[in-house]
């Protein structure tokens, strides 16, 4: 067995041994569950009122951004599989700057192997976001952002990855300082939608 389908096969059992509740309780979509009020019609009753809503799935939203926990369980998946590539991807940026700054081939090798890693992991976090939604295209600012950034990521992780091979390094860190940029903006998008709008207080 060669090197990378040791390391994919590593970060899928890595992956798969996550809680699929990394999260809490929190939901995506940035959304505070609304109390039901409670209107009294005098002192020795207590009606509770429900406000009319709309059906998720008749205004066309997906089940899970309403916190519906009845589904599969790899439906759930995607809080789990993200912070690993998140980490193996920024600590490859790391590892070869400074395999850059010291001319360094064995901080460069462990940057290889860091790539390698962290694009396994993109690609699963990737696959389990889109398992989350489904095939679901709606949504604000923050979730189209979130969701097409993380799906050029899992296609950008494997191309810098296969580039670390060459003898020539640039491209490799180029696309690598690109993608260690992206996730940080990623990371703030995910935030957002698991801890509601302006969760850092910026």
Sequence with gaps: MTVFPRLLLAAILIVMAQSAFAHGTEKHGGEQQDET?????????????????????????????HGDDAGPVWTRLHPATVHFPIALLLVAGLVEALAMARSSPTLGSAATVLIWAGAAGA????????????????????????????????VAAPIAAMLSRRTDRRPFRMLLALIATAILAQGYWGGELAHGPDHLGL
């Design 123 to 154: 690609v699963i976090a990737a696959l389990f976001g889109w398992i989350h939604t489904g095939p679901w295209f709606g949504g604000d600012a923050t979730m189209q952002w979130h969701r097409w950034t993380g799906t050029g990521l899992a």
């Design 37 to 65: 009020p409670v209107r009294s019609a005098g002192p020795a009753s207590a009606t509770p009122v429900t406000p009319d809503a709309p059906d998720p799935e008749e205004a066309g939203e997906p089940a899970s951004q």
